[in-house]
């Protein structure tokens, strides 16, 4: 089949314009520089608790914040290895999505007997976390204004004219909401994302875990889970222990505590740009008065959206994973995949030449292979788990919450019944044939999109094995 180039190809900018857009760019997280919380101590001696939560992200924090309120009398403790936040839950785009299942095709192919549930008990979590930001006078920036899914090709097109959710929008109607030359079409769901402030959104949730009385310490290493038949599991840092009931183990992209699932997940590096603030002809010239979520349809797709401050956030296509699933600072700063995703923006918004980025930073994606969140049970009903999100955790982490608490109480729930939360993933194979499989996926999913969308046999193979990778 022949291959088409993409329009990042067909129209790139100058290479001086993207040198001069990247020129003051500081190697830091914007959201984490935007927003301070409190700082906590490092776990120092021995405790006893009902519930300790290891990892201090939005799991953590709200599976601690959600067992105050199932049961105000509990004591709770939670540790985090750096400070709060730090990790994928500071980093990300902002994103809450309804969505458990990333996605409907995704949900589909894999729950299609429980996926209109799936859809519904979605929907219902990110009207409970509207409902929390709300109640508990969150400070998180958040507006749920919907997904603005946009095609930039012809076969993109017809993917979203064939499409049923949402309002669909032509060239000239995609292009009223936002003014990007290379928008053919778009389709607004409206109801189904918010956007919030990543950063605020932790500080947020660690100050109503205070306020219920739950314990938080920093700097806090997890290095050890022991557990007899029976009683307690004690959980070990380098200068103290926490003996509990029960442990919910949130610890996202991480290295397990676990073995069993160690071969779960892998690593996925994320690259994002900040612009500076535009002014008041930059964003006109932009539009983008409903502030959405947009995100390209691409295999190695984009995602962008507007801040409070009137920056816009741009992020994703590459998909980097490192051999032997390791995360590393020097992972972070990657300059081809920045250099990359500035032409692309500036591709997709030519009037904003000369406008500058002043951030860049990059975090790992826990990437599990049903491409969305599983669940578990260890060490005799006592030590719950969560983890693999594949990048689609700022609501579903309130999820799974739920999922872990119901768990660890052995209660019976909807929640607990549903295939999606027993059933485990296939896990990755060991090296080097994971890195051998991952790189020959990453090439297809590129040719894909040079070839109208068409799947090769590789990524036919892995959709039938139900092996789901995307950039």
């Known amino acids: 089949m022949a291959s088409h180039p993409t329009v990042f190809e067909r129209q790139p900018p100058p290479d001086a314009l993207v040198a001069a857009a990247l020129a003051e760019t500081e190697h830091r997280v914007f959201w984490l520089d935007d927003a301070r919380g409190l700082s906590h101590a490092a776990l120092d001696g021995q405790l006893e608790a009902d519930l300790t939560v290891v990892g201090g992200g939005y799991c953590g924090l709200w599976t601690a914040v959600l067992a105050k309120r199932r049961d105000p009398s509990a004591r709770v403790v939670l ?3 750096e400070t709060l936040g730090w990790a994928a839950s500071g980093r990300n785009g902002g994103f809450a999505e309804a969505s458990l299942t990333h996605g409907a095709e995704n949900g589909l ?9 799936l859809e519904r008990l979605g929907a219902e979590n990110l009207d409970a976390i509207e409902r929390d930001v709300v ?16 095609a930039y090709d012809p076969h993109q097109v017809r993917w979203l004219q064939d499409e049923t959710h949402g309002v669909y929008l032509d060239e000239a109607a995609v292009r009223a909401e936002i003014d990007s030359p290379i928008y053919r079409a778009g389709r607004w769901s409206k109801d189904d994302c918010a956007l919030v402030h990543p950063a605020r959104l932790v500080h947020e949730l660690a100050r109503v875990a205070v306020d219920l009385g739950v314990q938080i310490h920093e700097h806090s290493a997890v290095t050890a889970l022991d557990s007899g038949r029976a009683g307690p599991v004690v959980v070990r840092t380098a200068r103290g222990s926490v003996r509990s009931a029960t442990v919910a183990l949130a610890t996202n992209v991480y290295r397990p505590l676990l073995r069993r699932t160690r071969l779960s997940t892998i690593p996925v590096y994320d690259y994002v740009l900040m612009t500076e603030p535009l002014d008041a002809t930059q964003r006109a010239a932009v539009g983008w008065k409903n502030r959405q979520g947009v995100a390209d349809l691409a295999n190695q797709f984009h995602y962008s959206r507007p801040t409070q401050d009137q920056r816009i956030l741009y992020g994703g296509y590459d998909a980097i994973y490192h051999p032997g699933r390791k995360v590393l600072p020097e992972y972070e700063d990657r300059d081809s995949s920045y250099r990359r995703l500035a032409a692309h923006f500036l591709t ?4 904003l030449e000369g406008l500058r980025f002043s951030h860049r930073w990059a975090g790992p994606i826990d990437t599990s292979t049903q491409f969305c969140a599983f669940h578990g049970l260890a060490r005799r009903g006592r030590v719950a788990y969560a983890a693999g999100f594949t990048g689609l955790g700022v609501a579903a982490t309130r999820f799974a919450a739920e999922v872990m608490l119901d768990r660890l109480e052995g209660a019976d729930t909807e929640r607990t019944r549903l295939a999606m939360v027993r059933k485990k993933p296939l896990p990755f194979p060991p090296e080097p044939i994971a890195t051998v499989g991952i790189k020959a996926t990453t090439w297809s999913l590129d040719r894909a999109d040079h070839q109208e969308g068409h799947r090769n046999l590789l990524l036919r193979t892995l959709d039938r094995l ?6």
Request: glycine content about 10%.
């Open 79 to 81: 540790v985090e290895a």
């Open 109 to 117: 192919s894999r729950w299609p007997d429980e996926y209109e549930t």
């Open 135 to 150: 109640d508990l006078g969150m400070d998180c920036q958040f507006e749920r204004n919907g997904t603005l899914s946009v």
């Open 348 to 351: 997709t918004f030519p009037q």
């Open 466 to 471: 139900g092996l789901g990778f995307d950039s």
